[in-house]
């Protein structure tokens, strides 16, 4: 699977929108971007994915750049409950089987 | 629809003792993970079970880590003998088998090896 590379860390006021980066130079034509985040002591979560439109859904949209070698993860109108290590994943998407390589992840602070 | 759900939520044992974990899928879910995150470390893939099949067990640390999952339903991953290096969050994940990819988890099982 491709590697990702994200921002350690990012603060966001409430209300704002959140733009959290993610860089994956490597990715193959067949890979779709994922969004996961975790708050603090529970499991991930699932945000988003997309392969190369942009995506929205009720939590947040994904914006993939053309050449689709990076991507950002918008939440429209943070609140503290967004609070979270964001992880961006790149993967094959398979109905049977989903093998995720977390990194580091971003670390968003929302604050008031 | 009740979520993926894991067993203990922590688990507190001395070194060299054994530990089950447990986890449930959701119902109707044949692809089933485990992952854990050790100390300071990133969370790691450890397994896959399609049905009662292990289908990728590539992130197993060693043979002192056993998983099963027998009928195909809930999965055990049991740690025998514990050392202090397992010591971490055990996550469970599962996945439909016509999905878009998305891996449901559960809440993590908590594992102090002292």
């Known amino acids: 699977d491709a590697k990702t590379t994200q921002p350690t860390s990012m603060d966001c006021a409430e209300g704002r929108a959140a733009n959290l980066p993610c860089n994956h130079s490597?990715?193959?034509?067949?890979?779709?971007v994922y969004w996961y985040r975790q708050i603090h002591s529970q499991g991930p979560q699932y945000i988003i994915h997309?392969?190369?439109n942009n995506e929205t859904n009720e939590m947040a949209s994904l914006i993939i750049t053309e050449d689709r070698k990076s991507s950002t993860l918008i939440l429209p109108h943070a609140t503290l409950r967004d609070t979270a290590v964001y992880y961006c994943i790149v993967s094959y998407q398979t109905g049977g089987g989903n093998k995720l390589t977390f990194g580091t992840g971003t670390q968003l602070k929302v604050e008031l | 629809e009740a979520g993926v759900t894991q067993f203990p939520s922590h688990s507190v044992i001395e070194k060299g003792q054994t530990v089950t974990l447990r986890c449930d899928p959701i119902s109707g879910h044949d692809n089933l993970y485990w992952y854990r995150r050790v100390m300071g470390k990133e969370i790691k893939f450890l397994l896959h079970?399609?049905?009662?099949?292990?289908?990728?067990e590539s992130g197993m640390p060693n043979n002192r880590f056993l998983a099963e999952r027998t009928g195909g339903t809930y999965s055990t991953l049991k740690v025998q003998p514990a050392e202090l290096e397992d010591s971490g969050v055990y996550f469970c994940a599962s996945t439909p088998t016509l999905g878009n990819g998305e891996l449901f988890f559960g809440e993590g099982s908590r594992l102090t090896v002292l």
């Open positions: 997309g392969l190369k």
């Open positions: 079970f399609v049905k009662e099949s292990k289908q990728d």
């Open positions: 490597t990715i193959s034509g067949n890979e779709y």
